[in-house]
């Protein structure tokens, strides 16, 4: 929402203070005057109303649908929250340039609510790089095809990916850079307990 646009809440009072003084001892005009304020003032509620909702920050249910046909992308069976993460993270990915500051963004986004994000730069058999997500719980499929999608059409060109979700339990080895992010048990569980973490 554009941030000159303000909310007026007293037209009423705004009309009578600016009635010429010799007209305000009217009765007639007093009530044309706070009337046609009055109207207005509903005029400018409901303008301000629709202003508001359909603003992408407050968007829900059509208004967020609105918004996703805009950036070509369907709602599908993801709920509001869901569905402003992914239009969020597209909104970043359609003004990228590929950096790596840029990619953690979204993919922190696209995985939200997380816990941590490593990021590692491989050079062998060829250039790529590997997100990890540490989340509570796994993300759902349809949620998950998403993000790998939108992560494809971000990275640069000619350097390969992996995304991987790791969620409580996971199975990890003492020196993983994100033991020492984890609360409240600082370390990973071992292989008998351990949960696998999977590719996005």
Known sequence: MPEDIVFIPNHRAIAYSRTLSTLRDKPRINALVRALGHGAQLFEDEAFG???????????????????????????SLTD???????????????????TAELV?????LM??????????HYEPGPYFQFTAYRHEAVSANM??????IMRQVKPAGVGMKLIEATDGW?????????????PDPYPEPLDRGRLARYL
């Open 144 to 149: 998950a095809r998403r993000v790998g999608r």
């Open 50 to 76: 629709v202003l508001v909702s359909g603003a992408f920050e407050v968007a829900i249910g059509h208004d967020l649908d609105v918004w996703g046909a805009w950036l070509g992308e369907v709602r599908g």
């Open 112 to 121: 939200d609510p997380v816990l941590a994000i490593a990021y590692v730069e």
């Open 171 to 183: 199975f990890g080895f003492i020196d993983d850079p994100a033991v020492l992010d984890r609360t």
């Open 105 to 109: 963004r979204i993919f922190a986004l």
């Open 81 to 99: 929250l869901e569905y402003r993460r992914i239009l969020s993270a597209k909104i970043l990915a359609n003004r990228t340039l590929g950096s």
